[in-house]
């Protein structure tokens, strides 16, 4: 995307990412054409290249919770308590508050069955 795109996205993005990338602090102090380039030049991990391709946090943070959040997971498959962990990959989206279900537990194999046969048959 052009520069003038980018700083009509955001701007206060833009001013960062040169800022901390280039070390730039009077933005407005450069020629266009050397910003244009410095700007099409940003890392992939940039805030304004983040913000143009849709990203909240860097693809790798969500691979890094999903792996936390499978550890957590597996350890809560061996645990006595019956309350769901809280899980990074749903604190870490912000458009959905996380939500908790209720779990039933079974003393038998028969209890479950038993259950198991009562929501099929819908009663």
Request: glycine share 6%; net charge negative.
């Amino acid at each position: 995307m052009a520069l003038a795109g980018m700083l009509a996205l955001d701007e206060d993005a833009v001013i960062c990412d040169f800022a901390e990338t280039y070390h730039v602090l009077d933005f407005w102090a450069l020629p266009v054409p050397l910003l244009a380039t410095l700007a099409s030049g940003l890392g992939e991990d940039s805030r304004i290249k983040m913000k143009m391709a849709g990203f909240e946090r860097l693809p790798m943070q969500y691979v890094i919770a999903r792996m936390a959040d499978e550890i957590t997971l597996f350890r809560y498959s061996f645990a006595d308590t019956k309350e769901t962990p809280k899980l990074i990959t749903e604190l870490m989206d912000t458009n959905r508050t996380p939500e908790r279900t209720k779990l039933a537990g079974f003393e038998t194999g028969d209890a479950f069955l038993a259950e198991w046969n009562r929501r099929v048959r819908g009663d």
